[in-house]
């Protein structure tokens, strides 16, 4: 009796199919090794980028949100640094110069001439903004705080405010690891990308 010869039951396309060698492993790897290499100083410029347009974003949006609210409601109101360990007191002094650590909103019912918040007072927090990851410094031209009057003006001068992310020397901070916001006694915001110095145009 003739036999036929036994089919294999494996599909005819995985017949030929075969594993990498280790020479192609440790060649995909290297050549994956030396693209992740390239890429990890662009993801970490994006990070540094993005963590700073947070931060300038969050401020923007406390101080504009301070302006409207005291034309608004027609009070004074008031952003100023954090200070450091409480909830929601304000920094004094000359020290006061700093918002990384975060600041508050608040509006000035009160109407207190050093601009304090006091809840027993009938001050009203309308933001608390906790210190954001990745900044050295949210540092003020002038130190003190915004005081937005009910004309919408501010109460003191034009002030400029740096943004520098962590992890550089100061001294040697490239360009695109500093941002600047501008602010006008009007309460015109400015957006600076090439340059945190307000007195010239730069870029907004």
């Known amino acids: 009796m003739h036999m036929r010869p036994r089919e294999s039951s494996r599909p005819a396309g995985l017949r030929d199919q075969r594993g990498l060698t280790a020479i192609e ?8 090794a030396i693209l992740v290499g390239l890429a990890a100083p662009s993801m970490s410029r994006f990070i540094v980028q993005w963590r700073l347009a947070n931060a300038v974003n969050a401020l ?10 005291a034309i608004a409601r027609a009070r004074p109101v008031v952003v100023c640094q954090l200070k450091a360990g409480t909830a929601v007191a304000c920094e004094t002094g000359a020290s006061a110069d700093e918002l990384a650590g975060g600041w508050i909103v608040f509006v000035d019912n009160d109407r207190d001439a050093s601009s304090v918040y006091s809840e027993s007072k009938g001050d009203e927090l309308l933001v608390r903004q906790d210190a954001l990851p990745g900044l050295a410094h949210i540092k003020l031209g002038n130190a003190g705080r915004f005081v937005f009057l009910p004309n919408g003006l501010m109460r003191s001068g034009a002030n400029g405010i740096t943004f520098d ?15 600047a916001l501008c602010i006008s006694k009007l309460g015109r915001i400015r957006h600076l990308t090439d340059t945190s110095d307000c007195s010239s145009g730069g870029d907004e």
């Open 165 to 179: 992310a962590s992890g550089f020397d100061k001294a040697s901070t490239p360009s695109w690891a500093r941002k």
């Open 60 to 69: 923007t949006g406390s101080l504009r949100l301070a302006r409207t609210e």
């Open 25 to 32: 492993l440790m060649v995909t790897l290297a050549i994956l």
